[in-house]
C-alpha cells in the first residue's frame, strides 16, 4: 500500500476525495465538493442514490467503501448513526481497508463520543488520521454550503481537511481531542431542545390568548427572545407547516446519545429529559418524519 505524503496538502488544489452516504446531508455536502473541482468519489448503500449524485455533480461511484477511498486523501462520511459508521468503516469492504497510510477519516454523522475515539484508536494503529465532525444547520445548511462543522480530533489532521470542508461549510472549529466534536454537538441538540419547546409553549399560549402571533414574533423577534429557531420556523409553526428537514426521529436519536452521555459523564439535562419524552408523543401521533418545530402540535390536541 503507498503513502500519502503530507506535502501533498500543502496547496488548495483539487483533490482525491471520497464521501460515504449520500442522504439530505450528504448528497449536497458531496455536491459542494465536486462543484469546488474535487475529484469526489461517492458511496451509497442504495446505489440509485450514488447513480444520481453522479448524474448530476460528475465524478464516480464506487459499490464499497473500500473502492470508494482507495486512492482518496480525504474520506468524508455521513450516515446514520454507529452500527451505520461502523458498517462503512471497519471489515474487508470498508474504508479503512481502502485508504492509504496518511489518508484523514472525516465522521460527519451525528454519533456518540464514544464510537469517534474508538475509530480514532483504529485508524491510528492503520496510519490513518479521523476527526469527528458533526454539523449543524439542517438541510437547508447542506444545500447552501453553510454548515457549522464541530470537530474533534489531532490539531494537524484538522488543519488539512478543514479548507475542503469549508466547500460545504461556514464555520469549522476544533473543539478539542477525538470525540470533542460528537460532545459539542450533544451540547448544540440540547438547547434547541429547549428552544423549540419554549418557542411552541409561547405558540400556543399566544394563539389560546387571541393574538395574532405572526406580529407578536415579528416584535419579540427584535429584543431578548430572538434566535434562529424564531426567525426561521416560528411563522411555519404558527402556520402547521413542518416539512423543513430534520426529522424528529432523528431528533430522538440525537437526545438519546445525550442521555447516554449524560449517565456517563453525571450531568443533569432535566428538559432535555423532558423534550425528549415529548418528540415520542410527537411521533405517536404520527410525526415521526415532520421536523423537529412539530413539537407545538402535541399542544394543540384536542
Given at each position: ?85 461502523r458498517s462503512v468503516v471497519l471489515g474487508d469492504a470498508g474504508a479503512f ?94 438547547c434547541i431542545a429547549g428552544l423549540v419547546q419554549a418557542l411552541s409553549e ?101
Amino acid at each position: 500500500m503507498s503513502s500519502i505524503n503530507a506535502r501533498d496538502y500543502e496547496t488548495q488544489s483539487p483533490m482525491r476525495v471520497a464521501f460515504l452516504g449520500l442522504g439530505v446531508m450528504g448528497f449536497p455536502m458531496a455536491g459542494h465538493l465536486a462543484k469546488a473541482g474535487h475529484e469526489v468519489t461517492v458511496y451509497n448503500r442504495t446505489p440509485a442514490k450514488a447513480e444520481a449524485w453522479v448524474a448530476e455533480f460528475g465524478g464516480k461511484s464506487a459499490s464499497t467503501p473500500r473502492e470508494a477511498a482507495a486512492g482518496a486523501q480525504i474520506v468524508f462520511c455521513c450516515v446514520g448513526n454507529d452500527d451505520d459508521l461502523r458498517s462503512v468503516v471497519l471489515g474487508d469492504a470498508g474504508a479503512f481497508a481502502g485508504m492509504e497510510s496518511g489518508a484523514i477519516f472525516v465522521d460527519h454523522t451525528t454519533a456518540s463520543a464514544q464510537v469517534a475515539r474508538e475509530l480514532f484508536d483504529i485508524a491510528a494503529k492503520k496510519g490513518l488520521g479521523f476527526v469527528d465532525a458533526p454539523v449543524s444547520g439542517g438541510q437547508a445548511g447542506a444545500q447552501n454550503g453553510k454548515l457549522t462543522v464541530m470537530c474533534g480530533g489531532k490539531p494537524e489532521q484538522f488543519d488539512v481537511i478543514k479548507p475542503v470542508a469549508m466547500n460545504f461549510a461556514q464555520a469549522v472549529t476544533l473543539l478539542g481531542a477525538p470525540g470533542a466534536g460528537q460532545l459539542s454537538k450533544m451540547v448544540n441538540q440540547i438547547c434547541i431542545a429547549g428552544l423549540v419547546q419554549a418557542l411552541s409553549e409561547g405558540i400556543a399560549f399566544g394563539q389560546a390568548a387571541g393574538l395574532d402571533m405572526k406580529q407578536v414574533l415579528n416584535v419579540i423577534d427584535k429584543g431578548a427572545a430572538q434566535s434562529w429557531q424564531m426567525e426561521n420556523r416560528g411563522g411555519t409553526m404558527v402556520d402547521g407547516k413542518f416539512d423543513f428537514g430534520f426529522a424528529v426521529d432523528w431528533m430522538r436519536k440525537d437526545l438519546g446519545l445525550v442521555m447516554d452521555e449524560a449517565k456517563r459523564n453525571g450531568a443533569r439535562v432535566p428538559v432535555t429529559a423532558l423534550v425528549d419524552q415529548f418528540y415520542a408523543d410527537v411521533q405517536q401521533m404520527g410525526g415521526g418524519r415532520w421536523d423537529t418545530s412539530s413539537l407545538i402540535q402535541r399542544l394543540r390536541k384536542s
